[in-house]
């Protein structure tokens, strides 16, 4: 009786030889593709700006619309009103958009915040001229795994006007 050269005869057929080559390339391309978009900056962060106007208001929103857990990203609210604000100006903020953030601080800090179930109330002292801008320090905190969305409004006889939509997508 003659032994068989190898030890795998007739244990996997040729077809599924090569099925099995076939998937571990494309699996190793897919791997190279992904590396090579975190290598080129594609998965890092990139912000973009929205805005809306009503009413006479104008609201300017610059945040990362992409980003991974623990870089620093953009936060910076700008909002105009001809002829001024009056005493105090108050940005409704949706709180859950928060979450993902680890704070750093407001510049210029509100001078009251308060929150109910949704949203955060930030009031500042109204600047010289029409113009406020608002930036927030911040970075992602390295335990977040899933982006968030919310608006961004000025609140103004107890309605939010000129709301922004913001929407950040969170990459591994």
């Given at each position: 009786?003659?032994?068989?050269?190898?030890?795998?005869?007739?244990?996997?057929?040729?077809?599924?030889?090569?099925?099995?080559?076939?998937?571990?390339?494309?699996?190793?391309?897919?791997?190279?593709?992904?590396?090579?978009?975190?290598?080129?900056?594609?998965?890092?962060?990139h912000?973009?700006?929205s805005?809306?106007?009503?009413?006479?208001?104008?609201?300017?929103?610059?945040?990362?619309?992409?980003?991974?857990?623990?870089?620093?990203?953009?936060?910076?609210?700008?909002?105009?009103?001809?002829?001024?604000?009056?005493?105090?100006?108050?940005?409704?903020?949706?709180?859950s958009?928060?979450?993902?953030?680890?704070?750093?601080?407001?510049?210029?800090?509100?001078?009251?915040?308060?929150?109910?179930?949704?949203?955060?109330?930030?009031?500042?002292?109204?600047?010289?001229?029409?113009?406020?801008?608002?930036?927030?320090?911040?970075?992602?905190?390295?335990?977040?795994?899933?982006?968030?969305?919310?608006?961004?409004?000025?609140?103004?006889?107890?309605?939010?006007?000129?709301?922004?939509?913001?929407?950040?997508?969170?990459?591994?």
């Amino acid at each position: 009786m003659e032994l068989p050269r190898s030890t795998l005869v007739g244990i996997e057929t040729a077809a599924a030889d090569r099925a099995g080559l076939w998937g571990r390339r494309a699996l190793l391309i897919l791997l190279l593709v992904f590396v090579l978009c975190g290598a080129s900056g594609l998965l890092g962060v990139h912000s973009t700006t929205s805005s809306a106007q009503e009413d006479g208001w104008a609201v300017s929103m610059r945040y990362a619309a992409t980003a991974r857990a623990g870089l620093d990203v953009p936060w910076e609210v700008t909002v105009r009103h001809t002829g001024g604000f009056g005493k105090e100006i108050t940005l409704a903020v949706t709180a859950s958009s928060f979450d993902i953030l680890e704070s750093q601080g407001f510049e210029p800090e509100p001078s009251d915040e308060t929150r109910d179930a949704d949203t955060m109330y930030l009031t500042f002292a109204s600047p010289p001229g029409d113009t406020l801008v608002v930036s927030f320090d911040a970075y992602i905190k390295p335990s977040a795994q899933e982006g968030r969305s919310g608006t961004v409004a000025v609140l103004t006889g107890g309605r939010r006007v000129a709301a922004v939509p913001v929407h950040t997508v969170l990459f591994p």
